[in-house]
């Protein structure tokens, strides 16, 4: 049951090969849906870096009116939303997906068939925030949809109502995943594996799926009360009614602040595992690497408040939560010394995925300083809503969690794929990206500093900000080109006839002893660990090479059948969501009656299917 | 090639890469910014720029020190693919032990300074010679009252030098925030709840500020002007606006009104007087500017008394002075203000002003009743 597009993977293997749409739409192998994540997550960054080009297209010069000042409000919440919902977190899914299960030496995760629903939940959830483009109706009230402004009364278009049903259907798809990886890391790992020998990503993911099952359901309920609120006209966040706009802010940063440490700690865990391969040293301070990551997961969630200190909570809230901000500095602080201390007498070898991870401390160092300059209350006054909080997230977000993730798709692409990317043409992408990056969001730092704030669509002349704009758009143009490259890369990839060996990178775990592209049972013997670097282990052991591995026949090996019950549950929740759009048409209670019907007829022949066969 | 050459090679080029980038952000300084927050005017942004500086010099240093560090490391242990297995090292609690602790002391040397600050920013100023603003933030524009003096105007705040000024915030519909960066900082504005900001301006100025939180689709031109000026100049433009009350904002006869335009009182400003002169001579058949801001619907909106807190739309007493109108960013011309007045929905797009099908006629008739005004 091997996939079309690893044409070669399985070819000793005795189970027939399953090509072709309907064996992507029934799998339940963690690979493939790792790879449709990846694929689908792409697919949406490239919309969302389309959205930042007309953005800064649009401030290139003052009082520009390229585009409307509604389409733009649209463009900047879609491209934040598409950017963090559709784009990092599935990316960072792509990982969770292909690599935990072989990074913990199982066959599979713990919930093969949830791990489905969850991808096409996702996959149904980011189609439909896009479709709402094609009513000229896409959510416009930024990604953090601040009451009341998302109110009927000021929003009545269609508009946030795509915008609270999607992010509850992408909410969906993110807590089936969560419990998934959690259950996964914690019973599917292979003997010997103890949870302080997990390999860092491992370890990282595990916190980031906590995250993820502690604060999307606070997410889900203010969603919730907001779609309550414009569709059956409730009052949770009407001032007029009585409700509280700033009820709003503490729900949405009380999901908020931890869903950045969502986006973030998996990329820890990419450049933890990339930097000691490429230094050919093992993580300097493992223990101290793990727990500084529970220490920002929990510091995590006593920090939302810095979203809102030019709200006003006086002065104690107001001190509480920029000394509680600080101290996140230094756990963070711990994980960059500690990458460096990895780099330290190393020998360090140059190929495309160190640069990237290379060039993710440096510019992660840079989003770190500038998140501590603004966790100054006072001094975050001036600075919150402006240029220069979009620069330093920017750094965080592309800096940090863009650069690592493209670090672990040239470290891993040989592994998913059976090809390798090419050399120079990855450290082209790295140059052209690292200019391009600095050269976009940089300036925005000062330009910030000097009055211009976020989230508007156009300036006038006479502030000052055009020579900086017009930078900054140039930078954009450069980054959005170096994408160019990596797409140019991964097609030459693709038709090249060259097999990529099963241990290109000499690598520490588990992964690169089993050939390239894994075969669908992963491991034909579970392996059993015996420390924190188990491949390198077992190549010490056997006097510093083994031979590359054989596919082998999985006959006796049972894994999970195929099933499309869990892609008809998630078209059920994407009918029951549509449904509810429209529950005041003239069909309105037929349609969500119809709707619930698919999803529980679904569910009912999904539980009483043979998992295994 | 030599390998210490290469090495030299690859610095040399990410050194010249550095220095273009540095030319190029560089090159921009020599820009004005009459809104930045690095150039504070007032004693509010003045404490907030002292704190912001020490954190700046601490992230400076770490920043040099960490990325020096980094690069050190990058070019001092590249390795080949042939050579021998570096030492396996797992750590060093001692080291460890000491990077954890240095960033908690930088960062005590930046909490100290912010807990103090922050309780600073709550300390509003009390007392008789404080100057009470309250601030009214609508879509998208900003309304200004002065509870002390009886006073109402919209987007233009006038205020004296050296007085404190005492701000009170709450918004008519959705959130907005008002950031004033070179006199105080920014603080968000509720439906439900008010909040305060404070700030004593230290020279005289005119100050952009602008709408800082996300409202809707005109947010991007939801700007305003502080006018810090002499407390002599203040109390002459208080007494001008105290005027409005009494002069006769309600129809006048017509003949006395054309009269009006055609020679501007002395109270009227000098620059117009010329050209309107001019045009009102040409269209003579044009209804009078005072009888036109009553039919075509402007005063169901407008005031243009600044002792009457009413109105929907902007107060417009003194608007033939200000400096910019739609909200603080478009320059306050003839040409401007008829455009403004006949097309709205296609100078700010979406602005709660409807298009009132004015001719062009009209348009110069009401330019020239308000530059009374």
């Known amino acids: 049951m091997a996939t079309s597009v690893l044409d070669h993977a399985g070819a000793a293997g005795i189970h027939p090969e399953k090509t072709g749409l309907w064996a992507w739409i029934t799998?339940?192998?963690?690979?493939?849906?790792?790879?449709?994540?990846?694929?689908?997550?792409?697919?949406?960054?490239?919309?969302?870096?389309?959205e930042a080009l007309l953005i800064r297209w649009q401030l290139m010069k003052p009082d520009n009116n390229f585009v409307s000042p509604e389409f733009y409000n649209q463009l900047f919440t879609m491209h934040g939303t598409t950017m963090i919902f559709l784009a990092v977190m599935p990316l960072s899914a792509m990982f969770f997906n292909f690599f935990?299960?072989?990074?913990?030496?199982?066959r599979d995760v713990a919930f093969p068939r949830l791990n489905a629903f969850s991808y096409w939940v996702f996959l149904f959830g980011g189609l439909f925030l896009n479709s709402s483009f094609l009513f000229s109706a896409a959510p416009n009230g930024g990604w953090f949809g601040y009451a009341n402004l998302s109110s009927k009364q000021y929003s009545p278009g269609l508009n946030m109502d795509f915008w609270a049903i999607g992010l509850q259907i992408l909410g969906i798809a993110s807590l089936a995943a969560g419990v998934n990886f959690f259950v996964t890391i914690l019973n599917m790992r292979a003997p010997g594996m103890k949870l302080i020998r997990m390999p860092m990503f491992v370890w990282m993911s595990f916190i980031t799926q906590l995250l993820v099952l502690l604060s999307f359901p606070v997410i889900t309920v203010a969603l919730i009360l907001l779609m309550f609120d414009r569709l059956f006209?409730?009052?949770?966040f009407v001032p007029l009614g009585g409700g509280d706009t700033m009820l709003w802010q503490h729900l949405f940063w009380v999901f908020g602040h931890p869903e950045v440490y969502i986006l973030i700690l998996p990329a820890f865990g990419i450049i933890s595992e990339i930097l000691p391969v490429f230094s050919r040293k093992p993580l300097f301070g493992y223990t101290a690497m793990v727990f500084s990551g529970c220490f920002i997961a929990f510091l995590g969630f006593g920090v939302w408040s810095h979203h809102m200190f030019s709200t006003g909570m006086g002065p104690i809230a107001d001190s509480v939560f920029s000394l509680a901000t600080m101290l996140i500095a230094i756990p963070t602080g711990v994980k960059i010394f500690n990458w460096m201390g990895t780099v330290w007498g190393g020998s360090i070898q140059l190929k495309t995925p160190m640069y990237f991870a290379l060039g993710f401390i440096a510019m992660f160092i840079m989003g770190g300083l500038s998140g501590v300059m603004h966790s100054t209350a006072p001094a975050d006054l001036q600075q919150t809503d402006t240029y220069f909080v979009v620069a330093h997230f920017h750094y965080v977000l592309f800096g940090g969690s863009i650069f690592a993730l493209t670090a672990g798709a040239y470290y891993w692409w040989p592994k998913m794929f059976g090809?390798?990317?090419?050399?120079?043409?990855?450290?082209?992408?790295?140059?052209?990206m690292l200019i391009g990056f600095n050269l976009t969001f940089f300036p925005m730092h000062i330009v910030?500093?000097?009055?211009?704030?976020r989230r508007v669509y156009t300036y006038p002349a006479g502030l000052g900000f055009e020579s900086l704009n017009r930078l900054e758009t140039y930078g954009a143009l450069i980054l959005g080109f170096s994408f160019l490259v990596f797409i140019f890369n991964v097609i030459r990839s693709t038709r090249s006839k060259v097999h990529a060996p099963a241990d290109p990178w000499n690598g520490a775990t588990l992964e690169w002893s089993i050939p390239s592209p894994p075969q669908e049972f992963n491991f034909p013997v579970i392996p059993t660990v015996h420390g924190r670097d188990p491949f390198w282990d077992e190549k010490r052991a056997q006097g510093g090479k083994v031979p590359e591995p054989a596919r082998v026949s999985g006959a006796g090996i049972h894994l999970p059948n195929p099933s499309y019950w869990p892609f008809l549950a998630a078209v059920g929740v994407l009918l029951l969501f549509i449904a509810l759009m429209h529950h005041e048409a003239k069909f309105g209670p037929v349609y969500i009656f119809a709707a619930v019907s698919v999803l529980f007829f679904s569910i009912f022949n999904w539980v009483f299917e043979p998992a295994e066969g | 090639m030599d390998h210490r050459f290469k090495r030299w090679r690859s610095f040399a080029g990410a050194l010249l890469l550095l220095t273009l980038f540095v030319v190029a952000v560089g090159s921009a300084q020599s820009v004005q910014y009459p809104q930045s927050t690095l150039h504070p005017r007032g004693d509010f942004a003045l404490m907030v720029d002292k704190l912001f500086r020490t954190t700046l010099l601490w992230a400076t240093i770490v920043f040099l020190l960490t990325e020096g560090a980094l690069l050190f490391v990058i070019f001092k242990f590249r390795g080949k693919p042939d050579d021998p297995e570096?030492?396996?090292?797992?750590?060093?609690?001692?080291?460890?032990?000491?990077?954890?602790?240095i960033p908690a002391l930088v960062l005590a040397m930046i909490a100290v300074p912010t807990v103090r600050t922050i309780f600073r920013t709550y300390e509003v100023p009390k007392g008789a010679d404080v100057?009470?603003?309250?601030?009214?933030?609508?879509?998208?524009?900003?309304e200004f009252r002065y509870p002390q003096l009886g006073l109402t105007t919209a987007n233009e705040l006038h205020v004296p030098v050296g007085r404190t000024v005492a701000v009170k915030m709450v918004t008519q519909d959705v959130l907005h925030s008002w950031w004033i960066p070179q006199l105080a900082a920014k603080r968000d504005v509720f439906p439900n709840r008010s909040t305060t900001l404070w700030f004593k301006a230290e020279e005289p100025g005119d100050y952009p500020g602008q709408c800082a939180e996300f409202c809707g689709i005109q947010h991007g031109r939801m700007a305003f002007q502080v006018i810090a000026q002499s407390p002599e100049e203040f109390d002459v433009y208080v007494g001008r606006m105290q005027a409005t009350a009494v002069r006769p904002a309600a129809p006048a006869a017509p003949a006395a009104d054309s009269t009006a335009v055609a020679k501007p009182t002395a109270a009227g400003p000098a620059l117009t007087t010329t050209t309107l002169a001019a045009t009102t001579t040409a269209e003579a058949d044009t209804m009078p500017g005072s009888q036109l801001f009553m039919m075509k619907g402007c005063i169901g909106c407008h005031s243009l008394n600044a002792t009457v807190p009413m109105g929907i739309g902007p107060n417009l007493a003194g608007i033939g002075r200000r400096l910019y109108i739609a909200a603080g960013w478009l320059e306050n011309t003839d040409a401007n203000l008829a455009k403004w007045i006949q097309h709205p929905q296609t100078v700010k797009h979406g602005v709660l002003m409807p298009d009132l099908g004015v001719t062009d006629a009209e348009a110069q008739s009401l330019v020239a009743y308000l530059r009374q005004h």
């Open chain 1, 27 to 50: 799998t339940v192998d963690h690979k493939k849906i790792g790879i449709l994540y990846g694929a689908s997550a792409f697919i949406f960054f490239l919309i969302g870096g389309l």
């Open chain 1, 233 to 236: 006209g409730t009052n949770f």
């Open chain 1, 419 to 432: 090809h390798m990317l090419d050399e120079g043409l990855g450290k082209l992408h790295f140059w052209l």
């Open chain 2, 86 to 101: 570096p030492k396996q090292v797992h750590g060093n609690t001692m080291v460890e032990v000491i990077w954890t602790a």
């Open chain 2, 131 to 142: 100057l009470q603003v309250e601030v009214i933030g609508h879509q998208w524009w900003w």
């Open chain 1, 448 to 453: 910030g500093l000097e009055g211009m704030p």
């Open chain 1, 100 to 106: 935990i299960p072989l990074l913990i030496g199982a």
